[in-house]
């Protein structure tokens, strides 16, 4: 009646995932989040799916309850996930992650962000990269801020050019070369801009990181894993998104 020929159906992220988020005891949001899926997936996209396009919700405690309901997911034949989190429950990236990111690769489950990888913040507690390698000492010298986020890259003052710099840093899409991600609703016009400073500020600052906090250099510049593995939608009018299209491709 409306016109669409399909639907990408979201969750309400704030009376959602973010509500949910807040009740304390893990067992009861662990099965909030599986009665929203369930639900999705057995009732209201059963009408149509190949028009009805729904997203399950990954929970964000733990890795292992992120894997448990991705397969949930897949059985349910939802199209696609949103995670507000990374796989770990974490505000920032960890190695554990990858076997998230590897299982979604081989079910070819896709996976979108809404916004960013901060929903359970971020907190000024918390860190937003984790360098694994680095000796302690220097870590302690150098402090909670690093190259992710007191760099360029993450100054666009979005929470999206945040988890890309955390996304690409942490060398996840050098060990998967098939992972891809989508962010939703993060508007457009930014991301020709923070390519070229994100590439620049890299270059600039990489060198004295894989000194002093040994971390792993890149196979390609930033910019190149978000032309490559990234995508983007444009909301509202965005004429300067449109515009500078030929920057990112359609």
């Known amino acids: 009646m409306d016109g669409l020929l399909a639907e990408v159906l979201f969750p309400n992220m704030q009376m959602g995932p973010v509500l949910w988020r807040t009740i ?27 028009r009805l396009l729904g997203m399950g919700v990954i929970p964000w405690t733990n890795l292992e309850d992120a894997m448990a309901e991705l397969a949930h997911c897949a059985r349910l034949g939802l199209k696609g996930v949103v ?95 098939e992972l891809r991600v989508f962010f939703a609703e993060t508007r457009l016009g930014w991301v020709p801009f923070w390519m070229e400073e994100a590439d620049y500020w890299y270059e600039r600052h990489r060198h004295w990181a894989q000194r002093l906090l040994n971390l792993k250099p890149l196979k390609q510049r930033p910019s190149d894993y978000v032309r490559q593995r990234i995508s983007f939608s444009v909301q509202h009018v965005e004429r300067v998104a449109i515009e500078l299209r030929h920057h990112l491709g359609v």
């Open 24 to 50: 304390a005891a893990d067992d009861a949001y662990r099965a909030a989040v599986r009665a929203y899926n369930d639900w999705l997936g057995e009732e209201y996209c059963a009408v149509s799916r190949d």
């Open 83 to 177: 995670l507000g989190v990374f796989p770990s429950g974490k505000v920032y990236p960890t190695p554990e992650d990858d076997r998230f990111w590897a299982a979604a690769v081989e079910m070819k489950m896709p996976l979108t962000v809404h916004v960013g990888f901060n929903r359970a913040g971020p907190r000024a507690s918390q860190p937003t990269f984790e360098y694994r390698d680095a000796d302690p000492g220097v870590l302690a010298r150098v402090g909670p801020r690093n190259i992710v986020d007191w760099v360029a890259l993450s100054f666009m003052g979005l929470p999206s050019a945040l988890s890309l710099s955390q996304l690409i840093l942490s060398g996840v899409f050098d060990r998967l070369p």
